[in-house]
C-alpha cells in the first residue's frame, strides 16, 4: 500500500469518528466538550488528506519535495495542486481547523455557554470558539474534500 493510500484511509477513519460523535453520541449526551473532540477528529481527518494529496502529487513527480513546515505546504496546495483539482474552495477550511486547533492548544481560559465552545487567549484578546452547528458545516465541507481527493487518486489510478 503506498503512502498515500494509508494516509487517506486515517483521514477517513479519523472523519467517520467525527461524524458519528457529531450524530450520534452528541445529541445523546450533550456534552459540549465532546465540539473539541469533534474539532480534533476533524482536523486530523484534513491532515491527513492534505499530506496524502502531496505525497501523490510527488509519487507522480508533478512537486519535487513536501515542506515541512504547514504554511509552506499551503501555499503549495494553494498555487499549484488545489488550482489543477479545482478544490481552492477547502484552503479555508484547513485554514479555519487549524486556527481552531491552535487555539486550544495556546487557549489560558475556556469555558461553555449557550451551546458554543469558547477558548481566549493573549490576554482575552483572541478568541475562538465552535458550536455543534458550525461542526456539522465542517464535516460536510470535510466530506466533500474527502471525496475530491478519491476521486483524483481513483481517476489518475486507473488511467496509468
Known amino acids: 500500500m503506498e503512502a498515500f493510500e494509508q494516509l487517506v484511509k486515517e483521514a477517513r477513519k479519523a472523519f467517520d469518528t467525527a461524524d458519528h460523535l457529531t450524530y450520534v453520541t452528541y445529541p445523546l449526551i450533550k456534552e ?4 473539541i473532540t469533534i474539532t480534533e477528529h476533524i482536523h486530523h ?3 491527513n488528506a492534505m499530506q496524502a494529496l502531496l505525497e501523490y502529487e510527488r509519487m507522480y ?5 513536501i515542506p515541512n513546515d504547514f504554511m509552506s505546504r499551503m501555499d503549495m496546495l494553494k498555487q499549484s495542486i488545489f488550482p489543477r483539482y479545482k478544490m481552492q474552495e477547502y484552503s479555508q477550511l484547513i485554514m479555519d481547523l ?4 491552535e487555539t486550544r492548544k495556546k487557549s ?3 469555558f461553555v455557554r449557550r451551546d458554543r465552545y469558547f477558548m481566549y487567549t493573549d490576554g482575552y484578546r483572541r478568541s475562538s ?3 455543534i452547528d458550525g461542526l ?3 464535516l460536510a465541507k470535510t466530506r466533500g474534500f474527502l471525496e475530491n481527493i478519491g476521486k483524483v487518486i481513483g481517476e489518475n489510478e486507473r488511467a496509468t
Open 32 to 35: 459540549s466538550k465532546l465540539m
Open 45 to 47: 481527518s484534513v491532515m
Open 61 to 65: 513527480k508533478r512537486i519535487s519535495y
Open 98 to 101: 487549524r486556527e481552531i486547533v
Open 108 to 110: 489560558s481560559m475556556e
Open 129 to 131: 470558539s465552535v458550536s
Open 136 to 138: 456539522k458545516g465542517y
